[in-house]
């Protein structure tokens, strides 16, 4: 698979200084925690590396980080070992894996990842299937398509990339946009927030499952 192959290729670096845990992230740490309970189950969609995942396990009972990539998975289940964090469990998987139970989770996040996948309305109801009824969505997405932005990709190699198929495809979401395709799939917003500094935009998303 393509974008496997990448993401794989990208392991090796994907926590060098700079790159994980940055300021947005751990701003996402920090309010993601208050959406956790000592009982919440959380699935950790496209989790990379496992930085998130780990750090707030401390604050759920389960938590389980999937990825594509396997190197990123063996990265995360070392880092895991190391910090002897026992309630967390890496798995290689896509989010349509047979493993993850209907109604299973509390809280999924979705980290850097909705732009990235092939079918954006489709993945959002398949985290409709896996959270538990009132259960959160908690996202945190590139919008590449505001206009601000669209005006500065266009010359980076990025966009020629994608546009030309030799990388993973790209959604490029507005923030309307983006909101739209999370609450046609069911859920009711809670927060929404710009977190970047412009002209690129991330922007965060909390949602409860309808």
Not at 2 to 16: F, G, P, V
Not at 56 to 70: C, E, F, T, Y
Not at 158 to 179: D, E, Q
Request: hydrophobic share 45%; glycine share 6%.
């Amino acid at each position: 698979m393509k974008s496997e192959k990448m993401w794989n290729q990208l392991a090796k670096n994907w926590d060098t200084p700079g790159v994980s845990l940055g300021e947005n992230d751990l701003k996402i740490i920090e309010r993601t925690k208050k959406y956790l309970t000592a009982n919440s189950i959380v699935l950790d969609y496209g989790c990379a590396t496992g930085s998130i995942a780990l750090e707030i396990a401390s604050m759920a009972k389960d938590v389980r980080g999937i990825d594509i990539s396997s190197n990123m998975i063996e990265i995360a289940r070392s880092k895991a070992d190391e910090q002897k964090i026992k309630n967390i469990g890496f798995t290689q998987a896509t989010i349509f894996d047979e493993s993850l139970g209907k109604e299973s989770f509390d809280v999924i996040l979705s980290l850097s990842i909705l732009h990235l996948v092939e079918d954006s309305a489709q993945v959002m109801d398949r985290v409709n299937q896996l959270l538990k009824p009132g259960g959160i969505f908690i996202s945190a997405t590139p919008c590449l398509g505001e206009k601000a932005v669209v005006s500065v990709l266009m010359n980076v190699p990025i966009f020629v990339l994608s546009k030309l198929g030799l990388i993973p495809s790209i959604t490029f979401f507005s923030a309307s946009s983006l909101a739209a395709t999370i609450t046609s799939a069911g859920f009711q917003m809670i927060e929404q927030e710009d977190l970047s500094v412009r002209p690129l935009r991330e922007c965060f998303i909390v949602a409860r499952k309808m």
